[in-house]
């Protein structure tokens, strides 16, 4: 079973006000579009993610992993069918499934995107959308007064993603794909039944200027932000090398330890179970315990990013410094860097290793050994 997911963002947006469309606005530190897509990578289910833009704005997204963005029309169902057309031509010939979201819906949670999926691939349903009952009492309103009341029974405020079989939804569009408030309309022109499951009263659509706000309210709600902190000293010892964030240096000296004695990822170990209050690494890899007698440290750093990740938790940035006064740490910090990103399944602009000497004073002056300190940030996914 595969599935894909179409984001379109190829609209102006004039709406929401401001200077670009509302895709690429700020919110939250981030743009509209980026949480889109971030929620959607979110899934593991999920495997190519297609976003659709408007062609002049290609250049504004960088296409990475399972992301590719893709040139749009100039109607949604127009980018929509170029999106579907874009799996289509992909190697595999098209997912079996396809889940088809507005990147203004930028506060979509992974849990909807699931439910939608999941209703998809384990039911005999070949459409399933989102959408909430409305609750208000309906009016008509002509020249500030009511007009007429609208019976609410069996309404439904529709959302995305909706989901569909992938060629299904693809023929759906090549026969009847003449412009469509959202695919569900395509869809059922082309008879298909499409079951409705309980869509998110957070997952709103940017569209008026003071969404903004309501989103940003919600996306700050919905993160969870942990930082720990690590701190490891080991002492010199007779050696040829010290091993310091994975990378071995030419020194007159070792490090003594019952491991590798890599200071600069045990300290980065513990700040990243210290973000997740999972103890030290002390109680994970106990010293008394003749498993880990000269275990090389990125045993304990895997441990740590495993557990982190089975919590829901990515790493957005770590930070480590090393305090000696030799060897000098400069030449091999980016090495340290790529070596620490590789291990924490990050980008190296995450990482960063730097040095400092205490001034010959203290141990770390007397160069008895190396002190290191670590401060890793997580956010919950
Ligand atoms: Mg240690």
């Given at each position: 079973?595969?599935?894909?997911?179409?984001?379109?963002?190829?609209?102006?947006?004039?709406?929401?006000?401001?200077?670009?469309?509302?895709?690429?606005?700020?919110?939250?530190?981030?743009?509209?579009?980026?949480?889109?897509?971030?929620?959607?990578?979110?899934?593991?289910?999920?495997?190519?993610?297609?976003?659709?833009?408007?062609?002049?704005?290609?250049?504004?997204?960088?296409?990475?992993?399972?992301?590719?963005?893709?040139?749009?029309?100039?109607?949604?169902?127009?980018?929509?069918?170029?999106?579907?057309?874009?799996?289509?031509?992909?190697?595999?010939?098209?997912?079996?499934?396809?889940?088809?979201?507005?990147?203004?819906?930028?506060?979509?949670?992974?849990?909807?995107?699931?439910?939608?999926?999941?209703?998809?691939?384990?039911?005999?349903?070949?459409?399933?959308?989102?959408?909430?009952?409305?609750?208000?009492?309906?009016?008509?309103?002509?020249?500030?007064?009511?007009?007429?009341?609208?019976?609410?029974?069996?309404?439904?405020?529709?959302?995305?993603?909706?989901?569909?079989?992938?060629?299904?939804?693809?023929?759906?569009?090549?026969?009847?794909?003449?412009?469509?408030?959202?695919?569900?309309?395509?869809?059922?022109?082309?008879?298909?039944?499409?079951?409705?499951?309980?869509?998110?009263?957070?997952?709103?659509?940017?569209?008026?200027?003071?969404?903004?706000?309501?989103?940003?309210?919600?996306?700050?709600?919905?993160?969870d932000?942990r930082t720990g902190?690590?701190?490891?000293?080991?002492?010199?010892?007779?050696?040829?090398?010290?091993?310091?964030?994975?990378?071995?240096?030419?020194?007159?000296?070792?490090?003594?330890?019952?491991?590798?004695?890599?200071?600069?990822?045990?300290?980065?170990?513990?700040a990243i179970l210290g973000a997740i209050a999972e103890g030290?690494?002390?109680?994970?890899?106990?010293?008394?315990?003749?498993?880990?007698?000269?275990?090389?440290?990125?045993?304990?750093?895997?441990?740590a990013v495993t557990l982190a990740t089975e919590k829901d938790f990515?790493i957005?940035?770590?930070?480590?410094?090393?305090?000696?006064?030799?060897?000098?740490?400069?030449?091999?910090?980016?090495?340290?860097?790529?070596?620490?990103?590789?291990?924490?399944?990050?980008?190296?602009?995450?990482?960063?290793?730097?040095?400092?000497?205490?001034?010959?004073?203290?141990?770390?002056?007397?160069?008895?050994?190396?002190?290191?300190?670590?401060?890793a940030?997580m956010?919950r996914?």
């Amino acid at each position: 079973m595969t599935c894909a997911a179409i984001i379109v963002a190829a609209g102006q947006g004039n709406r929401a006000g401001g200077e670009l469309p509302k895709q690429w606005q700020p919110l939250a530190g981030r743009r509209v579009i980026d949480w889109t897509v971030a929620a959607f990578e979110a899934v593991p289910e999920i495997g190519e993610i297609v976003v659709v833009l408007r062609p002049g704005d290609l250049d504004m997204f960088d296409s990475r992993g399972r992301v590719r963005a893709v040139a749009g029309g100039t109607t949604r169902t127009q980018s929509v069918r170029l999106g579907l057309d874009a799996l289509n031509a992909s190697p595999s010939s098209g997912p079996d499934y396809v889940l088809i979201h507005d990147a203004a819906r930028c506060c979509i949670r992974p849990d909807l995107i699931r439910t939608v999926l999941s209703s998809l691939t384990e039911g005999a349903a070949i459409a399933v959308a989102p959408a909430l009952p409305v609750t208000d009492a309906l009016w008509r309103g002509r020249n500030g007064m009511v007009c007429g009341t609208v019976d609410r029974t069996d309404l439904c405020r529709a959302q995305t993603p909706q989901g569909f079989a992938f060629r299904k939804i693809l023929t759906a569009h090549s026969e009847h794909g003449v412009d469509a408030a959202d695919d569900v309309e395509i869809a059922r022109r082309a008879g298909m039944d499409v079951q409705i499951v309980d869509g998110d009263v957070q997952n709103l659509k940017i569209t008026q200027p003071g969404d903004f706000d309501r989103a940003e309210k919600i996306l700050r709600g919905q993160m969870d932000i942990r930082t720990g902190t690590g701190y490891d000293v080991h002492r010199f010892g007779p050696g040829g090398h010290v091993i310091l964030c994975g990378v071995a240096i030419p020194h007159d000296r070792g490090l003594q330890g019952h491991s590798d004695a890599d200071v600069g990822m045990h300290a980065l170990t513990d700040a990243i179970l210290g973000a997740i209050a999972e103890g030290d690494i002390g109680r994970h890899f106990p010293p008394s315990d003749p498993r880990w007698k000269g275990a090389e440290s990125h045993v304990f750093l895997d441990h740590a990013v495993t557990l982190a990740t089975e919590k829901d938790f990515q790493i957005n940035n770590v930070d480590v410094t090393l305090v000696c006064e030799r060897p000098k740490i400069g030449p091999f910090a980016d090495e340290m860097r790529k070596t620490l990103a590789k291990i924490l399944q990050i980008d190296p602009s995450r990482v960063s290793v730097k040095a400092t000497t205490s001034e010959r004073l203290g141990f770390a002056g007397r160069e008895e050994g190396i002190a290191a300190q670590a401060v890793a940030t997580m956010v919950r996914t």
